[in-house]
């Protein structure tokens, strides 16, 4: 069987891909993470591999994760490069959400290692400004794609200059839009400096909304911010249960509608997720966020 390896942070597309592509859910290997940023641990994934091996499976590619949707968990992407290379395995690299910050050099530690990859994705849309959808990948080796995906039946055999890039050779789909033209008017409207000033800001404002939440006695900061990204739970009143609280707390957050919230499950537990993003959002934003978050949760009985 071909085996692909992450940890348990990726994105649930990375299940889709699996069974779409007939490999099987039970053929994608969790590595366990650890550490603040929730990364895999490269001698457990060499490991795994090595074992796989051994029992005659096919080990093919490896997942990393930078910025993962739950928490931002976020693999040592070199460590998990080198095990690569030392195995002949493709590395994908899953940046959607963070990839846009890449635009600051300052962060760029976080994907350190990424220039070995195979492929990264990243989405424009997300966190860069750029209308949805707009999801970009970067290919090594974009002959893989073609190998796999180009035909040639005869109406598409036409007089066309040799050399030149069909990319409907590279997707599924055989048409496609030319979504590099929204992001080519984004970067020229706006300027590289102006979108790293408004990526720079959100995860600025994201720290001093974290450290403010914190700084309240009854809220505790469950993840620290990754870029603009944290998650929080308030404390349940003695004896009720903090899941079932924090559940309420952020329904209440999104019916009251000032600001929308989501949870995830940190170790089995709910957490409130806040992450900035959005290309309007202002310092006052942030402001109003705090005064929901700690208003609503006080008013819960
Ligand atoms: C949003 C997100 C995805 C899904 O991206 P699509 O382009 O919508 O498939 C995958 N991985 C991560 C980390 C994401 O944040």
Known sequence: ALRVYSSDQVHTSIDRAIWVSGIGEENLVRIPVAGRFRAMDPAALEAAIIADRKN??????????V??????????????????????????V?????????????????WAGAEQADSIVFNPHKWLGAQFDCSVQFIRQPEDLV???????????????????????????????????KLWFLLRAHGLENLRTMIRNHVAW????????????DFEIVT????????????????????????????AINDDGRIYLTQTRVD????????????????????????TITEIARGLV
């Open 56 to 65: 005659g499976m096919l080990p093919a590619g490896i997942i990393a994760s």
């Open 94 to 110: 899953d940046a959607a959400w963070a990839g846009s910050a890449m635009i600051c050099p300052e962060y760029r530690h976080f």
């Open 268 to 291: 089995g537990h709910v957490a409130i997720r806040f992450q900035v993003g959005q290309f309007e959002t202002t310092a006052a934003d942030i402001d109003t966020a705090f005064e």
């Open 224 to 251: 620290e911010p990754m870029l603009s990204l944290f998650s929080f739970r308030h404390v349940a009143a003695k004896g009720g249960d903090a899941d079932e609280h924090n559940l309420r707390l952020v329904n």
């Open 206 to 217: 994201s720290e001093r909304l974290a450290a403010r939440l914190a700084g309240e006695p």
């Open 147 to 181: 190998r796999t995906l180009a035909i040639k039946p005869e109406f598409l055999k036409t007089h066309g200059r040799d050399g030149i890039i069909n990319y409907s050779e590279w997707s599924v789909p055989l048409g496609r839009r030319f979504r590099a033209l």
């Open 67 to 92: 910025g993962g949707t739950s928490t931002g968990g976020t693999d040592d992407v070199a460590g998990v490069a080198a095990v690569a290379r030392r195995h002949g395995l493709y590395l994908h």
